[in-house]
């Protein structure tokens, strides 16, 4: 059974916004926070932006403060990102965890969506 599916990604220019969303299986996050992460070519996976399941807290990082947004509703968690950059180009992944802390989810998570792909033209 799938517990994680992404989808959302695709072509957009800089300074454009695209919509990611991450939908769970039901009882997912009753146990879970929802991680979003990314790699782009050649670079190692880098932890972007997680929602607690708990007390509904967000962390994000530096690089995306104030344009990436994320939520949750229902059993979909949803990365809003606004004034993209090329930097921003890369395949996205949901990911589910115990605790939402970006340094270590990349690691610890129990659950990885697929991929989707977030590609921006300059």
């Known amino acids: 059974e799938v517990q994680l599916q992404a989808s959302g990604g695709g072509f957009v220019q800089a300074g454009g916004s695209r919509r990611l969303s991450c939908a769970a299986a039901?009882?997912?996050?009753?146990?879970?926070?929802i991680g979003w992460f990314r790699q782009a070519p050649g670079k190692e996976r880098e932890g972007v932006s997680c929602?607690?399941?708990?007390?509904?807290t967000t962390v994000y990082r530096d690089s995306v403060k104030g344009r990436f947004t994320i939520s949750s509703a229902g059993n979909t968690v949803t990365l809003q990102m606004n004034s993209l950059k090329p930097e921003d180009t890369a395949v996205y992944y949901c990911?589910?965890?115990?605790?939402?802390?970006?340094?270590?989810?990349?690691?610890?998570?129990?659950?990885w969506g697929q991929g989707t792909l977030v590609t921006v033209s300059s």
């Open positions: 990911a589910a965890d115990l605790v939402c802390v970006l340094q270590t989810m990349g690691v610890t998570a129990d659950y």
């Open positions: 039901p009882g997912i996050f009753d146990d879970y926070a």
């Open positions: 929602i607690s399941n708990s007390d509904g």
